[in-house]
């Protein structure tokens, strides 16, 4: 996915939860999800053949399934429950070979990882490597997640430094969102921390995916070379937020449930993602 194509293929390694809503998701915008990996040579194949790959951590992918996405070009990927110490070990595994096959490969070709999470996931990760620092959330064995009391800085203070070590752009989501670029691969220049305040709609938090959903929403519409911008991922998550609050004031629908309805009507509806 180098151009921002039109259509783009989405291989969806997901959690059973959220599987069939984030397909829809990527069909909602235009592009062609994929599950594609109920074996190692399967998960592998489709990764080759697709644009973006999204690797949720949640039930039931397993380390053999992840392993088989290691060389992909772009990936999305989904720390899900990695608070607790068994996910964790095997998520924190997976990041450190990517980022040796990434390094390896980076004279040939571009590899992309973009790492998005709740905050107590990132909290997770920023315990699982060592960082100094925190985004004051509580961990969380769940996907549940905290929003946790830390002035901005010390936010991307943290979040820089974990960016730098797994050599992955960073989204960290809830009520507000927080994008950030290694160091290293700044382009000068460019801005490497981006934060959205904007459009605040709470309900996200009130059904079961809307982050696993979000991650195959930026996987469908950030062109590849955008999976490494902070503006690009940027522009996505606030759009996604966007949509959620002009569907909850339009108010056509009457709970979490028949509010996802209306919002991937509303992601459907949309014409363009620029
Ligand atoms: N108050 C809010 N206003 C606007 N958007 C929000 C708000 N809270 C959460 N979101 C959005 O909702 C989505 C889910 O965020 P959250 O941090 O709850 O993810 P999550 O815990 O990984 O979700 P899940 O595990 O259920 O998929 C993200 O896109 C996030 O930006
Ligand atoms: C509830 C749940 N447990 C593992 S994955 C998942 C879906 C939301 O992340």
Redesign the pocket.
């Known amino acids: 996915m180098d151009d921002a194509r039109a259509s783009p293929k989405v291989q969806l390694i997901m959690n059973a939860c959220?599987a069939s809503k984030a397909a829809d998701v990527v069909l909602a915008v235009g592009a062609k999800p994929c599950m594609g990996c109920t074996t190692y040579e399967e998960a592998a194949l489709t990764a080759s053949l697709c644009d973006v790959t999204v690797l949720n951590f949640g039930t039931p992918t397993t380390a053999e399934i992840a392993n088989a996405v290691l060389s992909a070009q772009n990936v999305v990927v989904?720390p899900?429950g990695c608070g607790l110490e068994t996910r964790g070990r095997t998520v924190k595994e997976w990041l450190e070979r990517r980022g040796a096959v990434a390094r390896d490969a980076s004279d040939v070709r571009p590899m992309r990882t973009v790492v998005k999470?709740?905050?107590s996931?990132i909290e997770a990760l920023i315990e699982l490597f060592a960082v100094n620092g925190s985004v004051g959330a509580n961990l969380s064995v769940t996907?549940?997640?905290s929003d946790g009391d830390c002035a901005e800085k010390d936010v991307f203070d943290a979040l820089n430094q974990l960016s730098e070590k797994l050599g992955a752009m960073i989204v960290m989501?809830?009520?507000v969102?927080y994008v950030t670029t290694p160091r290293s691969t700044r382009v000068d220049g460019a801005p490497g921390n981006e934060a959205?305040h904007e459009?605040?709609?709470?309900i996200?938090?009130k059904?079961?995916?809307?982050?696993?959903?979000?991650g195959a929403f930026l996987a469908a519409t950030v062109p590849g070379s955008g999976l490494a911008n902070a503006r690009a991922l940027r522009a996505s998550?606030l759009v996604?937020?966007r949509i959620?609050?002009d569907v909850v004031r339009l108010g056509n629908f009457s709970g979490p449930a028949s509010f996802q309805v209306a919002f991937f009507d509303a992601l459907a509806s949309l014409k363009s993602y620029e």
């Open positions: 959220s989904d899900v999470g709740n905050r996931e996907p549940e997640s989501t809830g009520s969102d959205v459009f605040d709609a709470p996200l938090q059904f079961s995916g809307a982050g696993c959903c979000l998550c996604y937020r959620a609050t």
